[in-house]
Each structure stands twice: as C-alpha cells, then as structure tokens.
C-alpha cells in the first residue's frame, strides 16, 4: 500500500487547530505527518511560525502517526549539538516513529540570528558539517569536533532511542543528491515535473550506491502542495491568497520577510501556479496525480491542501482517494 501522509502546515494554523487536523487525517487514513518548521509564515496572510519540536511531542503523544520535520536546517538558527538532542528525545518517547529531516535552510527563517547568509555552496558545507555532529552524537559516543564552521567541546547525548533514528535530506541539486544518498538514510524533495523527479532520484540513487547502499530500501518522501475545494473558484482563491509562493517559479532561499513575500505575491496569476500547485475539484484527477508520484518511486507523500479548508480535504481525500492508490 502507499504511504500518504498529511503536510502540517505551522506557517498556516495555530498549532492546536493543526493537532486536530492531524488527528482528523489519521482517523480518514492518512499515515504519517510531515510538520513545517519556519520562524516566520511565507506571506503574512498565512499568520502563524509554531515551534515544530514542542509541537511535535504532542503530535507523537496524541496520534500514531510517524513524523518528522520538513524540514529543520541545522546550521543557523541552531547548533547541531542541539538538534542531536531534540531529535534523539523525540526518537526515545516515540520509537520508530521519528524522522529527522535536514536541509540547507532558506533566509526567511534563518536570518532571526541576523549576520551574513552565505552562498549555496558554503550552505552546503555547514549542512555536512552539521549532519556529520548529530550523526556522531547519535552513536552514544563521546564526540570533541573541530571544523571549518562549528565547534563542540567533548560532550555525549545520554538519552538515546532504542531504533537508529534515520535522517533524510531535503535536496534538489545534484551534489546534495548524491551526498544524501551516500550519507544518510532518505530524501525529502517538493513536488515538480516527472522529468525534474526522475532526475532527482537518479542522482539519489547514484549517491547511495557509490556508498553500496540499495536506494530501492531507502524512503523517498515527496512533500506536495494541492488546492482543493468544492467549487473551482475556491480552490483557485485558495491558492492566490494563502499560498502564493507555490507559484513563484524562482529560487527562494535568499528572500528575507513575509512582507518580502506579499509584494512579490502581487505578480502572481492563476497560470504561475501550472506545474507547481494542482489546482482542482476533481478527486480524480487528484488521485491520478498522486499515483503518478508512486508511480515515479516515491515511498511517501505527504499532501498539503493549501486552503483553510483542511476538514473537508481531509474527508474527500480519505473518502474518495486514498483508497484508490496502489
């Protein structure tokens, strides 16, 4: 069976209200929960910026649902050491249920710690950097690190998980592809062309295999972005209004504030969103949609609907889709 999971919007919903809604999907058949960990909401319409970690021990506590972050970059705002222990306690309470997902981060939330932001490539080297600490304190071993970008003073992590806890890399580009794959244990990567997507888990798979790993046994996780409503002018208002950086078609990793984000927001039309959001009532099509993803190699996809709307996505995609996938 496919694993659909439900996208946990916390730029979107106060974390309560989006605890429900995770409950909701679980009851509907909805399995596992990618949770957003942002400092700040894309645009301020969205008008929320939870924090994922506290957020996700209720999550853990209140559903069965596997989870993780989609995802944290811990570079910036956090020393890695500090990730290390938040993860190996979310992987302690709830085993084998916890996922850490990583990334090389993007502006709007990592300049709260203000200084410079520096290029995709020195991003790059602070996320190996990162993922080389956590993954060494995750062994139970006492770990001194001494590198280009971080420092750790000798020190353990004492509360461990009894399962390895699997990190999975959020990655587009080839050589944090094929990094990934030799690396760590998954990929995270956002919904785009069948051209784009094979040509991501090609360069996944090769990373993985240089390392003599099987990338068919390695979780490939799609987080995807829908706009569903009952009638076509509400799911297409949906999209303008609450989530119109899913159809700005450039890179945003540099791009500052919310407020950056709304004038911006201001040149997006209806056709920006082809290819990037589907926009539709049809359950059909949207089931489609989804088995194309499967079809592809993805193990999970993790769907957001990006309306307020989520009860009653939640009912017709459990109702009328879920079941429909193979």
């Known amino acids: 069976m496919a ?34 960990d942002h400092f700040q909401p894309w645009v301020p319409q969205q008008g929320h910026n939870a924090y994922v970690y506290s957020w996700m021990g209720a999550l853990g506590g209140r559903t069965g649902h596997s989870f993780g972050p ?18 190996a306690t979310l992987a302690a309470m709830f085993s084998g249920r916890f996922w850490l997902g990583l990334g090389s981060g993007e502006l709007l939330n990592e300049n709260v ?82 051209e784009k997507l094979r040509g991501i888990l090609d360069n996944f798979a ?17 987080q995807l972005h829908v706009s569903w409503a009952e009638t076509y002018e509400e799911a297409l208002q949906n999209a303008i209004t609450e989530w119109p950086n899913g159809g700005m078609n450039f890179p945003k990793q540099d791009i500052r504030s919310p407020e950056d984000f709304a004038a911006m927001a201001k040149l997006v039309r209806p056709e920006n969103f082809t290819g990037r959001v589907l926009i539709s009532t049809d359950l059909d099509e949207h ?34 889709v879920l079941s429909k996938l193979h």
């Open 70 to 87: 989609g995802v944290t970059c811990p570079t910036f705002r956090f020393h890695p050491s500090v990730i290390a222990q938040a993860a």
């Open 206 to 222: 090769d990373g993985a295999r240089a390392a003599g790993k099987n990338p068919d046994n390695m979780p490939k996780l799609l």
């Open 113 to 194: 710690v203000a200084g410079e932001w520096p290029d995709p490539l020195v991003r790059f080297e602070m996320l190996q950097e990162a993922v080389e600490i956590i993954q060494r304190l995750l062994s139970g071993k006492a770990v001194r690190y001494r590198g280009r970008y971080f420092k750790m003073n000798k020190v353990r992590l004492w509360t461990l998980p009894e399962k390895p806890l699997p990190i999975y890399i959020a990655a587009t580009g080839p050589q944090t592809l094929k990094w990934a794959g030799k690396t760590c244990d998954g990929l995270i990567t956002p919904g785009a062309s069948h």
């Open 287 to 320: 089931r489609a949609h989804l088995q194309g993803f499967l079809e592809l190699g993805f193990d999970e996809i993790h769907i957001h609907n990006v309306g307020r709307n989520q009860s009653q996505f939640i009912k017709a995609f459990g109702e009328q």
């Open 3 to 36: 694993t659909i999971g439900y996208a946990a919007a916390l730029e979107q919903f106060h974390p309560n209200e989006l605890l429900d809604y995770c409950i909701l999907a679980e009851q509907y058949g909805f399995r596992g929960v990618m949770a957003a």
